[in-house]
């Protein structure tokens, strides 16, 4: 039996409100319920600078960095109130497909998401409470 950590606050933040609720449904059943879905880099902004605590989670639509003109990454990495975080949606210069990459156990990139890539990510950040049976997820668009 696989237990989860229910505990975890996860924040989901893409600019269509459909996409958002397929994350958080995949979120869901992964097992996680504590979600706070946001549309855009301003809402992101807020609910990190006024968070009591980090969120465990953070799971990114790459448009937003579109409109906001912000470096995404960079904003992630520095921010002291996301523990860890997930960029999909990306679409390389090159157009030849884009490996998921774990650059550290708490920043992953993603052209697609879907429940094999959000359970490797919380298996990263939960170890003891997620089990993926793999050392290495990597997937080809």
Known sequence: MRLVNKSLRILIVDGAHSQRLAVEKLVN???NY????VESFEQLLTYTQYALHPFDVVILNSDIAIH???DI???CVTEPNIANFLIYNLVPENEQGFDIKCFNASAMHSKDLNKDILKFLMSAVEPN???SGRSLLSASS
Do not use: L, N, T
């Open 29 to 31: 059943q992964c097992g």
């Open 129 to 131: 409470f997620y089990s």
């Open 68 to 70: 906001s003109g912000v």
């Open 73 to 75: 990454y960079e904003f």
């Open 34 to 37: 504590r979600i706070a879905p």
